[in-house]
C-alpha cells in the first residue's frame, strides 16, 4: 500500500434549507441545492463529502435561528484551494442572493489530513 495524494486543505460549503430568515423550503429544493453545489466542488476539487448538520445563528433583526443545514466539503491541496477559492466564495455570494440569504458559511481549513491510499 502506498499513498498517491495527501491532501492537506479543505474548502466547506454550508448549505441553507430556507429561503429568506423563515421560510422552510422543500426538500426537493434542499436536494437541489445540494447537488448543484456538490458537482460543482466535484468539478473543483475531485470529489464531495456531504453531511446533515443542524445550525445557529443570530440574524439581522436580533433573532436566533436554528436550521438543519447540509456541508459540502472537499478536501484539496494548497494549490487546488488557492486556484479555486475566489471561485467559491463568488459561487456562496451568487447562491447567497438567488436563495435569499443574509448569509452563507464557508469554511476555509488547513493543516488537515486526508490521504488517499492506493
Given at each position: 500500500?502506498?499513498?498517491?495524494?495527501?491532501?492537506?486543505?479543505?474548502?466547506?460549503?454550508?448549505?441553507?434549507?430556507?429561503?429568506?430568515?423563515?421560510?422552510?423550503?422543500?426538500?426537493?429544493?434542499?436536494?437541489?441545492?445540494?447537488?448543484?453545489?456538490?458537482?460543482?466542488?466535484?468539478?473543483?476539487?475531485?470529489?464531495?463529502?456531504?453531511?446533515?448538520?443542524?445550525?445557529?445563528y443570530i440574524a439581522d433583526n436580533?433573532?436566533?435561528?436554528?436550521?438543519?443545514?447540509?456541508?459540502?466539503?472537499?478536501?484539496?491541496?494548497?494549490?487546488?484551494?488557492?486556484?479555486?477559492?475566489?471561485?467559491?466564495?463568488?459561487?456562496?455570494?451568487t447562491k447567497r442572493t438567488e436563495?435569499?440569504?443574509?448569509?452563507?458559511?464557508?469554511?476555509?481549513?488547513?493543516?488537515?489530513?486526508?490521504?488517499?491510499?492506493?
Open positions: 500500500m502506498s499513498t498517491i495524494l495527501k491532501l492537506d486543505r479543505e474548502a466547506i460549503f454550508y448549505v441553507p434549507s430556507t429561503t429568506g430568515l423563515a421560510g422552510k423550503s422543500s426538500k426537493a429544493t434542499i436536494a437541489k441545492r445540494v447537488s448543484e453545489i456538490a458537482k460543482q466542488f466535484s468539478q473543483w476539487f475531485g470529489g464531495v463529502t456531504v453531511t446533515k448538520v443542524t445550525g445557529g436580533g433573532e436566533y435561528i436554528t436550521e438543519t443545514i447540509h456541508t459540502v466539503a472537499s478536501s484539496t491541496d494548497s494549490e487546488g484551494l488557492a486556484k479555486h477559492r475566489g471561485e467559491v466564495e463568488r459561487l456562496a455570494e436563495w435569499g440569504q443574509e448569509t452563507i458559511g464557508l469554511k476555509f481549513i488547513k493543516g488537515s489530513e486526508f490521504d488517499l491510499i492506493g
